[in-house]
């Protein structure tokens, strides 16, 4: 008797799913990468419009307000209307995703590449492990 679910994989079949895993990876990794310098680019805008509202907030007018809003493309509705936007740690989490997806293309390549001539009986838990199932 069975207890549980396991599946019964071939040694092709599991390689061959591995080495698509290795591709997405390294295809989402070099995606996010080729977008760092346009998100580079676009959070030197907004603290530009952020030093903007800085000067908006030190006194300006309201025609001076209005002309800076219309400068910036309507990103200043009001002097105080934009929260602070922490460009370091948006930098970070793009960064972190890269490594991420750089560590698991890693991974599975080593997984794909020490597989044995056999048949492989894996869990669900396996199967989620080597995102069979996603």
Known sequence: MIEGLVFRLEKTELQAHLQKRVKYHNDKADMKEKEL???????KKIKDV???QDQARSGLSADSVNWLN???GGAMVSPDCFSRIDGKE???R???D???HRRAALNFQF???HLFDDVY???VSDLNQIEFLN
Request: charged fraction near 25%.
């Open 37 to 43: 310098p346009a998100l580079r680019e676009a959070l």
């Open 50 to 52: 952020e030093e903007l």
């Open 70 to 72: 219309d400068t910036v």
């Open 90 to 92: 948006i930098l970070n």
């Open 94 to 96: 793009l960064y972190r």
């Open 98 to 100: 890269i490594k991420t």
């Open 111 to 113: 997984f794909q590449s």
């Open 121 to 123: 009986m894996l869990t």
